[in-house]
């Protein structure tokens, strides 16, 4: 991927900042190791809708009931997508407790949807998981939830009908609770362990 912004360094920085935290939840401290936990300052996602791999509505409706991981990346990423999502196949494998496995359903989500169709995303994220979902939208619609969540992306194209380009973008993971609320965050680099552990936690603690 191409050199950093200073945007994109902040928002690492501001990322890594989490890793390392604690939640408490009914007075007991819990220790997190690459997650951040916001509990009782989680807060609602505003309205948006996407399309998922079956090009059906995937918005705040469809979240609800389960707790979401949501990754931003690009099918023709080269490098950090498809290690993210090998990292999170890892982490579900991982997970021992049948219904902490059950209650989370991961989302991989495309900044770049004037080539990654709903058809591509289904083929792309069922290779890793056969669980794993794929939703996108047009850039407008996709930044009124990346922006209200603090995630960066940036097609980086030279002209409007360049058809090989990348894509800047954060590697965070996000995490989104029952009541589709924005809960929390898992930095990257991603460690499949630790984050069955975290997450193992956060879902039977809440």
């Known amino acids: 991927m191409k050199k950093s912004t200073p945007y994109t360094i902040a928002l690492i920085a501001l990322v890594l900042g989490f890793v390392g935290s604690w939640f408490v939840q009914d007075s007991k401290p819990v220790k997190l190791e690459v997650s951040r936990w916001f509990g009782e300052q989680s807060r609602a996602l505003p309205d948006f809708e996407l399309r998922d791999e079956d090009n059906q509505p995937f918005g705040q409706a469809q979240m609800k009931g389960k707790w979401n991981m949501l990754y931003f990346g690009f099918i023709n990423c080269p490098d950090i997508c498809p ?123 809440y």
């Open 83 to 205: 290690v993210s999502l090998q990292a999170m196949a890892e982490m579900m494998k991982a997970i021992d407790n049948k219904n902490v496995r059950d209650a989370i359903q991961f989302t991989f989500v495309s900044v770049d949807p004037d080539r990654d169709t709903p058809e591509l995303l289904k083929s792309y994220v069922k290779y890793f998981d056969s669980s794993f979902k794929g939703a996108t939208a047009p850039l407008a619609e996709l930044k009124k939830l990346t922006s209200s969540i603090g995630i960066a992306h940036q097609l980086e194209k030279t002209s409007d009908d360049q058809e090989s380009y990348l894509v800047s973008h954060s590697g965070a993971i996000i995490l989104v609770n029952p009541e589709a609320q924005f809960s929390g965050i898992f930095g990257a680099p991603h460690d499949a362990l630790a984050m069955a552990r975290d997450i193992t936690k956060i879902v039977q603690h």
